[in-house]
């Protein structure tokens, strides 16, 4: 299992990253104006401030040349993880439905969150049982989840809400309390909270590493 | 050279120059200088850059030592962490700029720290801030001062990616009218590959690379740091300094793949004073001259004048030298990162600093009468007459209780829960962070091979003003106190002397005191200072703020994964006081609360008593001992107590036996005292080593405390309503 | 050519700083303030003009949130998006 | 009324966004942009337009570092700062 982790210029969780998916397999950093995936099974779009999030949160990062591989990639079916700014990418990029806004407390907020498994089917939460609570941090100033409604609706009736904010957790006002979301075909998944720094018990939880492991599980099935 | 329109004596005065300073210029040069010149001189002799009232008394601080690798004088400081790593660090002010525009200034003071860690080769790992402002429930320009610099610093570190993780702040009337906003860094780097700023090698190149080179802050070394802040007339204030933690973090890797590369051989970030102090700095260590051609630095406004570039203080800018034949590969490198490097000038053995734009020589001066020539000041210290300071308001109803005394502590901004400040900072960015805020006293970072690094950063201006000797050593001794509840052991130090103006005696008295205090504790603790930084001249209309001599401080762990917590853990784990402990209760924070005057005067302090109390309490932790460890500190034992139930979620029954003064006993304050929980026998076992008194035992949904016939009792929920006092200053 | 794109969130999208800035309003004596709503302003200078409406589609606004207006500046009325 | 506000980082100030955005653009196949500036846009209703400015002063824009500018949006110019 080979997991790519993209680096644009101000990503700040890309090694993060590395060491998350170094766990459960190999894991490398892709520049972004590289074009080549370099035989990646999954990539990564990892969490931080691309382009300093100037304009919009992602706005500026989903042009680069790797964006470009990683779009066709997508479109191919191979996994796709955006985090944070990552999901802000995907979103900008139309890999993801939905946009992220500013959140409604209108502060960066940093925060450890539970996040309830609404879809445990996907390539990213089948090591995950439907309805667990996963303990991740969340740390984001734009990370309010919006589509409108009846997007929503179509997309939770489909099982693309895949991770929800336990009640009382959700700090920036998302729709529905939606944490991360996947596309039609479930390979490409997005979420706000940071599972790359759930992954150790001496730095916080170990909860994240489940999101990790489900995609090396997605990625040998697919192969096997 | 052209001689015509030379600056007159009255303008280098406005620059802030004396005149007798004027005059000695006159003679290093020979004659007067122009203006080019002249500004280059009143920034390198402004008291920011030339610390001509502090520097002699830094002179007697301790700075060797044991860990010590790169000590005062160089970007940062370092000391050895073991397996060939340094840790560097250092805190800096940005006090008048973040007064001025707290986001901003509160940003730019970030982002100038970073620069100082990544400039000797140190990747950043840690960012923690020291904050003061006044009264937050009645002043509303410190409710928007603390808005502004915590979004700034959020703003900053959060961005580039570097966490914070920790800090401290404090309301006090004295700094109604200038704030205090410090921010202290870490950075990580190998030993062996660590960068000095010294240019040498004649006949290599300046490369400035990063930001485009504005009208940022001009006049603002100079005019900022030297001048009271109420003088300032309005057309005197500099442009505002805009921070840019994007190109910041592109500079900060490309830095770090230049030095990684072997591709320079000196480094230098372009803080106060921007290129002319860089310039002449490198210069003056490396013991060469310098070429520089202005007419080459990329501009943001093309229309400025030489002297204009030469003192801009855009952010986000480094220097550094370069052997000719590496040039090209150097700016390949610059472009990959998009800071676009500039050849600006070479390396001379004229020992002079020359300015030209294109061939026309705008400047040209001894690089030894920039930089060592400042005349230096002896200060006049003479203790006040009369007191300095107006006692404190008093927001304390004199008929309270124990209990509604704890409550009112609890939910004193100076002791509230400071989340509402540390959420809206990424603390665990990196993976390292194996202690977030308020876990333990002091912020825990994991290194390679499974040691740990443990900070802190504490000042208390209202002991230092009541002793600025007693008071300063006090505050060492907490640094050192919450890095041993960690289980670390102090490396090094670093600090940040913020006071008044030291013209007056009155405050080079308090200067004078502090840096003795600082200098005795420091040597005690065999924590030498490594580095820091000096804010003089804080004083608003009614009078200086209180001293504060900020102390920050980095010890390691031989094993994180031991690292302290402070919350009690257990039920039935017993609870100790430990350490020779004598709780007073003048200038502590029950007396701000009931509005007292500041005593005249501290108890005397046992330093070796303390640091023998320092070294038991660590030893436990760092065996695995105890379940917890807390210092006391702001608001006494059982504050210490109440922080340690809510940070643990459970109570406590306490009974301190007979007791004549239940408040002293209660709420007073000293250095030395530890809280403590853990099973029984292994409290046994710490009271081999220091004076140790059980005092009651972890357990349910309160806090019940009974001393002599005194006797207080809360619920953890009125506990931690009150602790979230700070809540509502961030709607 | 000088031109001027106004972003503004949609209608129907909660734009918490207007929201703050309305409820802010008042407690320094500004009364009868409604509807905030707050964007942003991009001035740039452009050679061609006609590809203004793309950038904006493509970069400059997110269609899903925003909606955005063209004004150039020399003369000339704008589009609305 | 219904008021327009433009608030401009001060000339000489530096624009961090304007700057990463100018930059990004070639890239993205838009070239011949320059002087790329990035402000916010506020608009909002107002009982008396008169106090506008001084609301600007006291909280819409940062006169240390932005300039503003208000547009009446039914009829009448603006003033500037
Ligand atoms: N300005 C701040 N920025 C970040 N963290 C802070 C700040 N102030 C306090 N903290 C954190 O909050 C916790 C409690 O702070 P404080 O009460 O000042 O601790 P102490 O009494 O040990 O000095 C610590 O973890 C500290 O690092
Ligand atoms: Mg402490």
Redesign the interface.
């Given at each position: 299992m080979k997991f790519g982790v993209l680096r644009f210029p101000g990503s700040c969780d890309e090694v993060d990253a590395q060491l998350a998916a170094g766990r459960v397999g190999e894991a490398v950093l892709l520049w972004h104006r590289d074009r080549d995936l370099q035989g990646c099974d999954a990539i990564i779009v990892p969490g931080g401030f691309s382009y300093g999030d100037y304009l919009r949160a992602g706005a500026i990062a989903r042009f680069s040349p790797m964006m470009e591989e990683v779009i066709a990639f997508a479109r191919d079916g191979g996994l796709v993880l955006g985090i944070c700014n990552g999901f802000q990418v995907l979103c900008e990029a139309g890999l993801l439905p939905g946009a992220l806004l500013q959140n409604t407390n209108r502060r960066f907020t940093s925060r450890q969150v539970r996040l309830e498994v609404v879809n445990s089917e996907t390539p990213f939460t089948l090591a995950c049982a439907p309805g667990e609570l996963l303990s991740v941090p969340a740390k984001h100033g734009s990370g309010r989840y919006y589509a409108p409604d009846d997007q929503i609706d179509a997309m939770e009736a489909a099982g693309q809400v895949v991770v929800r904010y336990a009640p009382g957790d959700c700090f920036n006002g998302s729709a529905r309390d939606i944490a991360g979301v996947c596309n039609q075909a479930g390979n490409v998944f997005g979420l706000m909270p940071h599972p790359e720094h759930a992954v150790d018990p001496l730095t916080g939880s170990t909860d994240g590493l489940r999101i990790f492991e489900s995609m090396a599980m997605a990625a040998e099935g697919v192969r096997g | 050279m052209a001689d015509a329109g030379l600056p007159t004596v009255e303008e280098a005065m406005a620059l802030g120059l004396t005149r007798g300073e004027y005059e000695l210029v006159c003679e290093k040069l020979d004659r007067p200088p122009n203006q080019v010149e002249l500004a280059m001189f009143s920034l390198l002799w402004s008291e920011h850059c030339a610390y001509k009232h502090s520097k002699k008394l830094l002179m007697t601080l301790p700075t060797e030592g044991e860990f010590v690798v790169m000590g005062p004088g160089e970007n940062a400081g370092a000391v050895d962490v073991g397996d060939g790593l340094v840790c560097a660090f250092k805190v800096e002010s940005h006090n008048h700029p973040s007064a001025?525009?707290p986001f901003?200034g509160a940003a730019t003071g970030v982002g100038g720290i970073l620069r100082d860690i990544f400039a000797i080769g140190a990747r950043p790992i840690a960012v923690l801030d020291s904050l003061r402002f006044g009264d937050p429930g009645t002043s509303e320009r410190s409710r928007f001062l603390l808005d502004g610099a915590v979004?700034g610093i959020?703003?900053y570190g959060?961005?580039?990616?570097v966490p914070t993780v920790g800090g401290e702040v404090y309301f006090e009337e004295p700094y109604e009218q200038n704030c205090l906003v410090n921010a202290m860094a870490l950075g990580l780097g190998e030993r062996e590959k660590l960068v000095r700023s010294a240019a040498a090698g004649i006949g290599n190149i300046l490369v400035l690379y990063g930001?485009s080179t504005?009208?940022?802050g001009i006049g603002g070394a100079s005019v900022l740091a030297s001048a009271e802040l109420g003088e300032l007339s309005e057309d005197k204030r500099p442009?505002?300094?805009?921070?840019?933690?994007?190109?910041e973090?592109?500079l900060l890797?490309c830095s770090l793949e230049l030095l990684e590369a072997g591709l320079i051989v000196a480094l230098q970030d372009l803080g106060a004073a921007g290129l002319t102090s860089s310039a002449s700095e490198m210069a003056s260590k490396g013991e060469v001259g310098i070429d520089i051609d202005v007419a080459k630095v990329p501009l943001?406004?093309a229309d400025m004048e030489p002297f204009e570039i030469m003192v801009s203080e855009?952010?986000e800018r480094m220097l550094c030298v370069v052997e000719p034949g590496k040039l090209d590969t150097v700016i390949a490198l610059t472009d990959k990162?998009?800071v676009h490097g500039t050849a600006i000038g070479t390396v001379t053995d004229t020992g002079q600093m020359r300015i030209f734009r294109g061939e026309e020589l705008v400047g040209e001066m001894p690089v030894v009468a920039l930089v060592d020539d400042c005349p230096l000041y002896d200060l006049d210290p003479a203790p006040p007459a009369a007191p300095i300071y107006p006692p404190p308001t008093a927001t304390l109803d004199p008929a309270a209780d124990l209990r509604q005394a704890l409550l009112a502590l609890i939910a004193s901004p100076n002791i509230a829960s400071r989340r509402p400040l540390?959420?809206?900072?990424?603390?665990?960015?990196?993976?390292?962070?194996?202690r977030r805020p308020e876990e333990s006293d002091a912020a825990v970072l994991?290194l390679p091979g499974g040691r740990g690094l443990a900070v802190s950063i504490d000042g208390n201006g209202r002991k230092v003003a009541a002793d600025p000797y007693r008071g300063t050593i006090g505050v060492v001794l907490e640094c050192a106190s919450n890095l041993a509840c960690a289980g670390a052991q102090p490396l090094g130090t670093t600090n940040n002397l913020n006071f008044g103006n030291p013209e007056k005696p009155h405050i080079a008295w308090q200067l004078t005191e502090a840096v003795r205090g600082l200098g005795e504790a420091c040597r005690a603790l065999e924590a030498p200072i490594v580095g820091g930084n000096v804010s003089l001249y804080n004083e608003g209309a009614s009078g200086p703020i209180y001293p504060t001599p900020v102390i920050g401080m980095v010890g390691r762990l031989p094993d994180?994964?031991r690292a302290g917590r402070l919350g009690f853990a257990r039920e039935g784990d017993a609870i100790a006081l430990v350490g020779r402990f004598s709780p007073a209760l003048p200038a502590s924070e029950l007396a701000r609360l009931r509005g007292e005057a500041l005593p005249d005067g501290l108890p005397d302090v046992d330093i070796a008593a303390v640091r023998a109390t320092q070294e038991a309490v660590r030893d436990a932790v760092r065996e695995g001992a105890l379940s917890s460890a807390h210092d006391i500190a702001e608001g006494g034992l059982l504050v210490a107590i109440a922080e340690s139930c809510l940070a643990g979620d459970v109570g406590a029954t306490l009974d301190l036996g007979a007791c004549e003064d239940a408040w002293s006993a209660l709420f007073g304050e000293a250095p030395g005292g530890f809280v403590v929980s853990g099973d029984p026998s292994a409290i046994a076992r710490l009271a081999e080593h220091t004076d140790v008194d059980v005092i009651g035992a972890v357990g349910g949904d309160r806090l019940h405390v009974r001393a002599g016939d005194g006797e207080a009792n809360a619920t953890l929920a009125e506990l931690r309503e009150a602790h979230r006092a700070l809540a509502r200053l961030?709607p | 050519m000088r031109v001027r794109v106004l972003v503004r969130p949609k209608a129907g999208i909660l734009d918490p700083q207007g929201v703050a800035v309305e409820q802010a309003l008042p407690a320094l004596g500004f009364g009868g303030v409604t509807d905030v709503r707050i964007g942003r302003l991009i001035e740039l200078e452009v050679d061609d003009p006609a590809q203004v409406d793309e950038m904006c589609r493509k970069l400059l606004a997110n269609p899903l949130v925003e909606d955005y207006e063209v004004q150039l500046l020399d003369g000339a009325a704008g589009t609305a998006s």
């Open positions: - | 001025v525009e901003q979004s959020g703003h959060n961005s580039i990616g930001a504005g009208r940022d442009t505002v300094q805009v921070g840019d933690p994007f190109e973090s592109k890797e943001r406004e855009s952010q990162w998009e540390f959420e809206q900072y990424d603390s665990i960015v990196q993976s390292r962070t194996v994991q994180v994964t961030f | -």
